[in-house]
């Protein structure tokens, strides 16, 4: 064989797995980008549910809501000045 033979060769050997690698790192690429895609996607609904939740959380603590529960549910009354007791220290 001659030597412009195995050069022809080993470079047209490099040129297919130079060509394999560049469609190998192209689809890992696409996969890579539609994971992201996704991951975007999902976190946009926490953030969205996060929200609903951080609201809810602020309804339920309210202060009026507090005192309707413990008047309604607990029967609880409001201090007034014949019933409190004030201990000085």
Known sequence: MSIKLIAFSMLLLATIASAIGVVY????????????????????????????????????AENNRVEQVARGRLGMVSANAVTTIVIKR
């Open 25 to 60: 790192a192209r689809q890992q690429s696409r996969l890579t980008f539609v994971e992201l895609s996704q991951l975007g996607n999902e976190r946009d609904d926490l953030n969205v549910e996060f929200g609903r939740l951080q609201l809810e959380q602020a309804t339920w």
